[in-house]
């Protein structure tokens, strides 16, 4: 039987190819955009009010499907990556904190263990690029197109500087260089806008194969630091707050930027068989005590925002667009998940998942209106701090604990407080019970976390060249030697 399976498995994968060869392969190309640090209000589909303009986005909302309550599956960027590129909880593999850049460690990455949907895609005949933000390991066998990429354009860590010739001394990596592949790259122009320039050049080129493509659409933006070519501040001077000033006009670039890749898509004919998914990886920042000074974002209507389990935190805007088989217009109200676009990709890519244990759910049925039902009757969050932070959301009801102000252990009803204004913790005590038991089954199945975060890393790797050092030194001080 399992050799019946491998054989069946092989014979799928030649038929794809040779109907690829044949130029009769009619699978669609997948692109996932993702913005970083986006606020939930901060583009004009979700409901309506915001003040920066997202033309772009908006509509391909509007021909597409906005998902109401998308999720992802952490409240930061590395793991929450790590989910998306997997298609499984991150917690399944002990990935809960931030990647450190650090090339020399061969553990400090998304574990080998797991296979990108990108390189499962790659064994059935796509062809696949990122641009953007990795993140997710500097080491050579971490590193894009050992993952699944046939193509990157981008840079390692956590975050960049977006113009060139800048310089800014913060943490997350940004004087990293821009990478081609596996070498030192440039830009020569603001990096939202030449990463989009290089992924319409990417289609071009894409489109005149017989294969299907997926692009990972990686944006920094609008994550820190705060940068953008003075013509698109200028369109904000009704903004007061200079940050916000700035930070609009890095959504207003990456929608642009967006802009740019959708119309290489519609001058190529790829546009109508092209599956689209935009989100971002959380929640925008939040001005908690520690932070400030972040007052840029907008989560409302959202509690908090980045680091937080609450909406704001994890509840992101959302929306899937493929004009060949979805319905224009339409908002799905059920629970969706990051963890849902590999499941979707790879059932479209009919590529084989047997014992890929993913954790999303093939979305098409509910994009095409075949089913009615949530994709997901519960989602569930757990994050590595040791103050046992965790959440679990159902369609009605959402229990969680995570020591933010005015929150602890908290319980709210989804359908009459959407917004989370009013915690119930306590009145329910039977719900909390089954809410819980539910959050338990789930991390049964999880490991405990493998990764420091970044400033213990940083701690832990410079005692050892410290203690090396004067070892080193130590020795330097035996007497000399000299030539007989």
């Known amino acids: 039987m399992i050799r019946l399976g491998k054989l069946l498995v092989q ?52 021909e597409g499907v906005v998902f109401e309550n998308g999720y992802v599956t952490h409240p930061y960027c590395g793991p929450s990556r790590a989910a998306l590129i997997t298609g499984r909880y991150q917690a399944r593999f002990g990935m809960e904190n931030n990647v450190s850049y650090s090339p020399d460690d061969r553990y400090m990455g998304l574990p080998l263990t797991e296979k990108t949907f990108p390189a499962r895609l790659q064994e059935f005949g796509y062809k696949t690029a990122l ?5 997710l390991g500097g080491a050579p066998h971490f590193q894009p197109n050992e993952r699944g990429f046939d193509y990157f354009y981008g840079f390692l860590d956590g975050g960049h500087n977006y113009m060139p010739g800048e310089v800014h001394l913060g943490a997350g990596g940004y004087l990293l260089p821009i990478m081609r592949n596996r070498d030192v790259a440039e830009f020569d122009e603001y990096l939202t806008t030449a990463l989009s320039r290089d992924a319409v050049r990417y289609v071009e080129r894409a489109s005149k194969e017989q294969a299907p493509f997926f692009i990972y659409m990686s944006y920094n933006a609008p994550h820190a630091p705060l940068q953008a070519p003075q013509s698109y501040i200028d369109k ?31 001058r190529t004919g790829e546009l109508e068989n092209t599956l689209l998914f935009f989100l971002s990886d959380n929640g925008g920042l ?25 909406e704001g935190g994890i509840h992101v805007p959302f929306i899937a667009h493929w ?55 519960a989602l569930f969050w757990r994050m590595e701090e040791s103050d046992n932070l965790w959440a679990v959301r159902t ?37 909390e019970k089954k809410l819980a038991k ?35 030194l130590k020795d330097a001080q035996k007497p000399q030697w000299y030539i007989k």
């Open 11 to 62: 014979h799928v994968l030649i038929l794809t190819i040779s109907c690829s060869a044949l130029g009769a392969d009619n699978r669609p190309n997948i692109v996932v955009i993702l913005a970083d640090d986006l606020g939930y209000n901060d583009v004009g589909f979700t409901n309506g009010q915001t003040e920066i303009q997202t033309p772009h986005l908006d509509a391909l909302a509007n």
């Open 236 to 266: 904000y001077t009704h903004i007061k707050d200079e940050k916000r000033r700035i930070y609009a006009a890095m959504v207003d670039a990456m929608d642009e930027g967006i802009g740019m890749l959708i119309d290489a898509l519609n």
């Open 286 to 310: 939040y001005p908690y005590s520690w932070w400030p000074n972040y007052t840029w974002a907008d989560n409302s209507p959202f509690r908090f925002g980045k680091v937080a389990l609450t």
């Open 323 to 377: 004009p060949k088989k979805i319905t224009k217009g339409k908002r799905l109200n059920g629970l969706v998940s990051s963890l849902d676009i590999a499941a979707t990709s790879l059932a479209l890519a009919g590529a084989n998942v047997q014992g890929a244990e993913l954790d999303g759910v093939n979305l098409i049925p509910y994009l095409t209106g075949s089913s009615k039902v949530s994709p997901h009757k």
């Open 438 to 472: 539910l959050w338990n089954d789930w991390n049964r199945k999880n490991r405990p976390n493998l990764l420091l975060q970044n400033e213990e890393y940083e701690k832990r790797r410079a005692s050892f060249y410290e203690a090396l050092y004067q070892e080193n």
């Open 131 to 135: 641009f953007g933000k990795w993140h």
């Open 395 to 431: 369609e009605k009801e959402k229990y969680l604990h995570q020591p933010l102000p005015g929150l602890g252990l908290a319980f709210f009803d989804m359908v009459k407080d959407p917004n989370e204004q009013h915690n119930i913790f306590g009145q329910r005590p039977e719900q």
